[in-house]
């Protein structure tokens, strides 16, 4: 299974600023996903994320808030731009692996707490 | 909106005794899969189900799937304190864009 490195992993954040996440994967992987959980709920896909081509946002996100890059196929990093605190989340790296019935895997993710 | 509605939303249990955990779903699937999150953690792979697959067992995990009404559950057998977290089913859809959707999850507490 793929290994998932998050940084960082806890961070406080002040209001109107931006922070970036970064996802390093110990094996090439085609496809990762972007993930927000918010306190006490479930996770919310922000976007899918494929090596060579623009993101894919999902309903309710957009690239001006959530940017994303994927500069190849083990590492991609999420921003969450001009926070507040709606924005305090756990974001979550994942991964797609395996030949057939593809499971995905996760990193720790990256608690942040703007303020 | 959500893919996956995960009943019950808590669950209580003796140390010992089995936890069933219910997952629907709105749309067709290509697989459903179960996962663990320790509080504050990432998520666990538990195990995946393949659309054409009704049951299937890893240790202590049952998993069944029913596609006629889009539902999914998942047994623990003898529960252990170290069971307790939250556990999650999450869908893979044969239409649209392809993904991964969760359901809204089970908040497991095993006493011991």
């Known amino acids: 299974s793929a290994v998932i490195s998050q940084k960082p992993s806890r961070d406080i954040c002040q209001r109107g600023t931006s922070l970036t996440i970064q996802c390093q994967v110990d094996?090439?992987?085609?496809?990762m996903f972007w993930y927000r959980q918010q306190p006490g709920q479930s996770l919310t896909l922000i976007a899918t994320?494929?090596?060579?081509?623009?993101?894919?946002?999902e309903s309710g996100f957009v690239i001006d808030k959530f940017p994303i890059s994927r500069p190849n196929l083990t590492f991609s990093t999420l921003t969450v731009s001009n926070m507040s605190p709606e924005d305090s989340s756990i974001y979550l790296c994942?991964?797609?692996?395996?030949?057939?019935?593809?499971?995905?895997?996760f990193g720790e993710g990256s608690w942040l707490t703007v303020v | 909106s959500q893919q996956g509605e995960e009943d019950p939303q808590a669950l209580s249990i003796q140390e010992g005794e089995n936890a069933t955990m219910n997952c629907s779903y709105k749309?067709?699937?290509?697989?459903l899969q179960w996962y663990r999150q320790n509080s504050g953690r990432g998520l666990v792979h538990l195990i995946l189900?393949?659309?054409?697959?009704r049951e299937k067992h890893s240790g202590r995990l049952r998993v069944t799937l029913d596609t006629s009404k889009k539902s999914s559950s998942l047994l623990i057998t003898a529960s252990r304190a170290a069971d307790t977290a939250s556990y999650f089913c999450?869908?893979?859809?044969?239409?649209?864009?392809?993904?991964?959707?969760f359901g809204t999850g089970t908040r497991l507490k095993v006493l011991a």
């Open positions: 994942s991964v797609e692996q395996g030949v057939s019935g593809n499971t995905i895997y």
């Open positions: 094996s090439q992987v085609t496809m």
């Open positions: 994320a494929n090596q060579g081509s623009e993101a894919t946002y």
């Open positions: 749309t067709s699937i290509n697989n």
């Open positions: 189900i393949r659309s054409n697959e």
């Open positions: 999450a869908t893979s859809t044969t239409s649209g864009t392809y993904k991964y959707i």
